[in-house]
């Protein structure tokens, strides 16, 4: 039996410990830094929400580029596109104001690529706050006029509590030009006060505590995801100890090595609390704050417990897309319209209204033409040009015992 030197035995003992308290050295360093990340990130934030409130000189470009690193989130960017699409997918109309009837062709002025950017861009303004959107140039196509394009002026080199475009993001507030008065031909000023500076304020603290959580969790997956490889030999020999570091280096997924006589290996697996619990519950709480702020609800993008609930969510999604929609009506009718006037469009007489005539679902079409069938006669050309099946007419019914065939209607008479 191989003699164990007791000096090789208290040296490993001593390793051990060193690596033990290198651990708890790590896990300290560890909350140390979280918290003065966090600490650091919080505080960036309200410095820079203060900087936008100042009377005398309001600077938004730090906030802005909180904003910047907020929309990188992919729950954020998935519950703004949701509510942005509830109300840029409704169907509108231009209305005679006298009337109430839809001009088609003062409609497909608005059907055009330029007005679906400016509904994208108006409605971002409930998120970013003040937004000015600058008209292009006046083309004409098939369908009359229409403007090439429609651009965001970059909301660094304006000032809306002052009315300013600055020629330099870093220039005073103050010093620059009026824009309400230099290009109030050409641009389109969207907010609910000059001084709101929309809803990714309020959602930047859960934005950064996320970013926090996801950043931490991947460094305990770093320290303690994988288990600890232990090499202990009696050999005191610094080139054997080298050899032995190097194959415990390159062993990776082999899981194997070639080792002295008397080395033997200790797995050790980490024993620190559950890390899901820890950071997943922290980060899905930050996803459904924010669900919360934007859509009024949580179960239209994540996962509910019944149908009925789901329905009450989506309910509440579709009175804030409302909401949306009336803004975005008034922004058209009070903002734009009169703007399109001055360049000769001639929509003085016409409102701009969302359609909300009942579309039927293809079920609900069927049992209301089956009840059209029934009692008048309808020509063939509907069905041919809506089925795309060759109709000619409609083949007689032969009914039962004596019964006649009830008379239809005709919908010419």
């Given amino acids: 039996m191989t003699e164990v030197n007791p000096r090789i035995e208290l040296a490993q003992m001593s390793r051990d410990v060193q690596v033990t308290e290198r651990a708890k050295s790590l896990i300290v360093d560890l909350v140390k830094m979280n918290a003065l990340l966090t600490k650091k990130d919080i505080a960036k934030w309200r410095q820079a929400w203060q900087m936008a409130l100042s009377v005398e000189n309001p600077k938004r470009n730090y906030l802005l580029d909180i904003y910047d690193d907020n929309v990188a989130d992919l729950h954020l960017i998935g519950a703004i596109r949701n509510r942005k699409l509830k109300v840029i997918g409704k169907p509108f109309k231009l209305v005679d104001k006298k009337t109430g009837k839809e001009d088609p062709e003062i409609t497909a002025i608005f059907k055009k690529r330029w007005f679906k950017k400016f509904m994208s861009l108006a409605l971002d303004s409930i998120f970013w706050g003040h937004s000015l959107i600058q008209l292009g140039d006046i083309i004409t196509d098939e369908d009359g006029m229409a403007f090439s394009e429609v651009k965001l002026v970059p909301r660094r080199h304006i000032s809306p509590e002052f009315g300013m475009l600055l020629k330099n993001a870093s220039d005073e507030a103050k010093k620059g030009i009026d824009y309400r008065k230099t290009f109030a031909d050409w641009s389109i000023e969207v907010c609910e006060d000059t001084d709101d500076l929309g809803l990714l304020n309020p959602l930047s603290h859960e934005c950064i505590s996320k970013r926090n959580m996801l950043a931490f969790w991947d460094q305990f997956g770093e320290l303690f995801g994988m288990p600890v490889r232990i090499g202990k030999t009696m050999s005191r020999d610094q080139k054997d100890i080298n050899k032995m570091s190097d194959m415990l280096d390159k062993m990776g997924s082999n899981a194997w090595g070639v080792f002295p006589e008397g080395t033997s290996i200790e797995i050790v697996e980490t024993t620190k609390g559950d890390a899901f619990q820890v950071y997943d519950k922290r980060i899905d709480r930050a996803n459904s704050e924010m669900s919360k702020a934007i859509l009024g609800v949580t179960m239209t993008m994540d996962n509910g417990s019944s149908k009925s609930q789901a329905q009450v969510h989506e309910n509440v999604t579709d009175d804030i897309a409302t909401a949306d929609a009336d803004f975005l009506a008034d922004l058209v009718n009070d ?50 040009e809506k089925h795309n099946i060759p109709v000619t007419a409609k083949a007689a019914q032969t009914l039962p015992g004596n019964q006649q065939q009830p008379k239809k209607k005709s919908l010419k008479q």
């Fill in 335 to 384: 903002k734009l319209k009169p703007v399109m006037n001055r360049h000769g469009f001639k929509l003085e007489k016409y409102r701009f209204e969302w359609d909300e005539s009942y579309e039927y679902s293809p079920t609900e079409m069927l049992e209301v033409e089956k009840m059209l069938l029934e009692y008048y006669d309808i020509e063939p050309q509907y069905f041919i």
